[in-house]
């Protein structure tokens, strides 16, 4: 998507999302890319969205959703890596410290509610927040040390939703405890475990496929995706979609 006009994209993006003149403020969101080692391979977590979403139905995606400020206020085992703050609060302006905590546990909070997937440490926890009573029922402090940014993509003007949408990254070894009926909301219909390169195949949005292919590279680069690796970011820009990094 690199380098496409506004034109461009939204003649790539027509398909998945309905466009409209009316300018609107991106709100923030955090995305979960769960991912695992089978042999040489990396599985990804995918699902498929409800066909009757109003918003990219149909289509395979990471466990996400818009970001909850309350989230900031969750007790946690660990905190972000200091070199994953850093990323997470590049080009401030309104992402504190704070507001890059409460992005990071959003995408914990909708890998358990989307996915069924606790990640964090077993051991008593407890939250008066509707919905961190998963994390308390099953004994999980949620745990952010474990958690990589690893891109950033702001939707482009003209569409009828808009997301500041951060990617982030985990192991499923960093997951306590797999509900075996998936999580409390139902949002993905099918839950599949796919390698990158037949992930970026199926039917998934455009930027899905770009972040996937990011994550591919950057894992080639450095398999354990360690602290403070470079992270796209894609915007648009003087009427053209570029990336450049955090």
Request: hydrophobic fraction near 40%.
């Amino acid at each position: 998507m690199h380098g496409l006009t506004r034109a461009e994209v939204d003649k790539v993006e027509s398909a998945e999302m309905e466009v409209k003149a009316a300018p609107l403020r991106p709100r923030d969101a955090a995305t979960l890319l769960l991912l695992d080692r089978k042999g040489s391979e990396v599985l990804v977590l995918m699902g498929r969205r409800h066909a009757n979403h109003a918003f990219m139905p149909g289509k395979f995606v990471f466990p996400g959703g818009r970001t909850d400020p309350a989230d900031s206020r969750i007790d946690v085992a660990s905190n972000l890596h200091p070199a994953e703050e850093a990323k997470l609060t590049a080009r401030a302006g309104r992402t504190s410290a704070v507001r890059a905590r409460a992005i990071a546990l959003s995408a914990i909070r909708e890998t358990y509610e989307e996915a069924g997937l606790l990640i964090g440490t077993k051991g008593p926890f407890s939250s008066s927040k509707h919905d961190w009573q998963g994390f308390v029922t099953h004994c999980v402090q949620p745990s952010l040390a474990s958690v990589r940014f690893v891109a950033r993509a702001i939707t482009p003007p003209g569409r009828v939703r808009r997301f500041d949408t951060r990617f982030l990254a985990a192991w499923r070894s960093d997951v306590a405890v797999e509900l075996p009926d998936g999580g409390p909301t139902n949002e993905l219909e099918e839950l599949v475990w796919l390698p990158l390169d037949e992930a970026k195949e199926t039917d998934v949005p455009t930027i899905t496929r770009t972040i996937l292919g990011e994550v591919e590279r950057r894992l080639a680069d450095d398999p354990l995706l360690r602290p403070g690796g470079p992270v796209p970011f894609y915007r648009m820009q003087h009427n053209r979609f570029i990336r450049d990094f955090l």
